[in-house]
């Protein structure tokens, strides 16, 4: 059975960092592609970053591009979203999703087969 679990949430000042982690079990992750998605309140889910685990390549969206990096590490199966800079506007919730490495459009979310539940990002103004 797949799982991913988000960690790292919380309650951030603007201008701050945060570090979100996502750890997978039951998949083989050098043979998927794990996806950071965010959704504001009332707003839809949107693509934040992507990395595919063979060839440690890397996708982000044009709104946290230069102030985000996303991050693999096989052996515990972890992906990690490190965002600097935060601004009000990256108030929302993260989750992290795992699909196989050779689909395309990783920018949307229809192509994403697991997901995790979910964690909160807070930036106060």
């Known amino acids: 059975q797949v799982q991913l679990v988000e960690s790292g949430g919380g309650l951030v000042q603007a201008g701050g960092s945060l570090r979100l982690s996502c750890v997978a079990s039951g998949l083989t992750v050098r043979t998927y592609a794990m996806g950071w998605f965010r959704q504001a309140p009332g707003k839809e889910r949107e693509f934040v970053g992507a990395?595919?685990?063979?060839?440690?390549?890397?996708y982000y969206a044009d709104s946290v591009k230069g102030r985000t990096t996303i991050s693999g590490d096989g052996p515990t199966s972890t992906v990690d979203l490190q965002m600097n800079t935060l601004q009000h506007e990256d108030t929302a919730a993260y989750y992290c999703?795992?699909?196989?490495?050779?689909?395309?459009?990783?920018?949307?979310?229809?192509?994403?087969?697991?997901w995790g539940q979910g964690t909160q990002v807070t930036v106060s103004s």
């Open positions: 990395i595919i685990w063979s060839g440690r390549r890397t």
């Open positions: 999703a795992a699909t196989p490495y050779y689909r395309r459009s990783l920018t949307q979310r229809e192509v994403y087969d697991y």
